[in-house]
C-alpha cells in the first residue's frame, strides 16, 4: 500500500508518519514546498499542479494533516479551506478511488452543552476564523463524493506539543521561569477533551487501512473533559516547579468562548476499532521529558 501524506512537517503529521511508517507493507510518500520531500507541492498550488503530482505518486491513500491554527483570516482561509478543496478536486479528476483521510477540528463544533459529549451529528457552530475555516475544508472533503473521512480531532497532547497549544506554551513558560519563577496564564476555568497525539496518530493509520467504507466524520478525543486548571496543576508537578501560576495573563482567543467540551468517541470505536490508550498525566510528563533540558519546548 502506497501512503501519501500531507503536512508530515507539522505536530499531528510527525506523529502520523512515524506510526505510519511502523505499518507493515506500506510505503510512506511525504509531500511537501520542501525539496526533500518525496512530492515537492503542497496545497496552496492548484488543483491541476495537485492532480499532476498525485499522478505521480499514484497513493492508495492520501492522509492530509497539512493546516494552519493561526494567521489572518486570508492565510487561515488558503489553507484549512481552499486547500482541501483543491486537494479533493484534484483527487476527483485523476484519482477518483483513492482514499482521503482529513485531519479537521473540536473547533468546528463550537460551544457545547456542559455535561453532554459532542457527538459527530451535533451542529457545527464555530465562534472562530480557525474553526470557520476548517469547517469549511470538512464540508469540502465530506462533499466530495470521494473515499474520504475527516478525523475531527480535538486537543492534542504529548510530546513535541508546540505552543500554539495550551499545554506546549505551558510548557514552554514554565522552562524559561525556572523552578521558582512566576508564569502568567489567562483564565484556567474551562474544560477540554485533550488527546495523545500518539493516540491520533493511531487513529490515522486505522482510517488510512480500514476496509470498506468509513463515516464522514469521527470524532478522536479522550472521551473526558478535562478542567484546563487540573492540566496545569500536572504539568507543574511534572516539571518539580515551585513557583507562582498566575491566571491573570491573557489566555486563547481563539478558545476562551468555549468554556466546556468533551468528544463522544464512540462512532470511532465501532468503525476503527480505535480507543485512546494514553493517560493524560502520561502525555504530559512525556511532552515535558521531549524538550532538551533547558531549552524550549517546540
Not at 476562551?256 to 467540551?261: E, I, L, T
Request: net charge neutral; proline share 7%.
Amino acid at each position: 500500500m502506497r501512503i501519501l501524506l500531507l503536512g508530515s512537517s507539522g505536530f499531528l503529521g510527525a506523529h502520523a508518519a512515524a506510526r505510519l511508517r511502523g505499518l507493515p507493507d506500506v510505503r510512506l510518500l511525504v509531500s511537501g514546498p520542501s525539496s526533500t520531500a518525496d512530492l515537492p507541492v503542497d496545497l496552496t498550488a492548484c488543483p491541476q499542479v495537485i492532480a499532476d503530482a498525485l499522478l505521480r505518486a499514484a497513493p492508495d491513500v492520501v492522509v492530509n494533516c497539512a493546516g494552519l491554527v493561526a494567521g489572518s483570516a486570508v492565510q487561515l482561509t488558503d489553507v484549512n479551506a481552499r486547500g482541501p478543496a483543491a486537494l479533493c478536486e484534484a483527487l476527483g479528476e485523476v484519482l477518483p478511488g483513492t482514499r482521503l483521510v482529513h485531519l479537521g477540528s473540536a473547533a468546528e463544533y463550537g460551544p457545547a452543552d456542559r455535561g453532554t459529549p459532542v457527538a459527530e451529528s451535533a451542529a457545527t457552530r464555530p465562534l472562530s476564523p480557525y474553526g470557520a475555516t476548517k469547517l469549511a475544508g470538512t464540508v469540502a472533503v465530506t462533499s466530495s463524493g470521494l473515499d474520504a473521512v475527516v478525523l475531527r480531532v480535538f486537543n492534542p497532547v504529548g510530546p513535541g506539543a508546540p505552543a500554539a497549544g495550551l499545554p506546549g506554551r505551558l510548557a514552554a513558560q514554565l522552562r524559561r521561569a525556572g523552578a521558582h519563577g512566576t508564569v502568567r496564564v489567562g483564565d484556567l476555568s474551562a474544560h477540554r477533551d485533550f488527546v495523545d497525539v500518539r493516540d491520533v496518530a493511531d487513529a490515522v493509520a486505522r482510517a488510512a487501512t480500514a476496509q470498506g467504507p468509513l463515516p464522514p466524520v469521527l470524532n478522536i478525543g479522550s472521551g473526558q473533559a478535562t478542567a484546563v486548571r487540573d492540566l496545569a496543576k500536572t504539568l507543574v508537578r511534572v516539571a518539580s516547579f515551585t513557583g507562582q501560576l498566575d491566571e491573570g495573563g491573557d489566555g486563547s482567543a481563539r478558545s476562551s468562548a468555549v468554556a466546556w467540551q468533551c468528544a463522544d468517541i464512540a462512532a470511532a470505536g465501532t468503525a476503527l476499532g480505535w480507543q485512546p490508550r494514553h493517560a493524560l498525566a502520561d502525555s504530559l510528563a512525556d511532552l515535558w521529558n521531549s524538550a532538551p533540558s533547558g531549552g524550549p519546548v517546540r
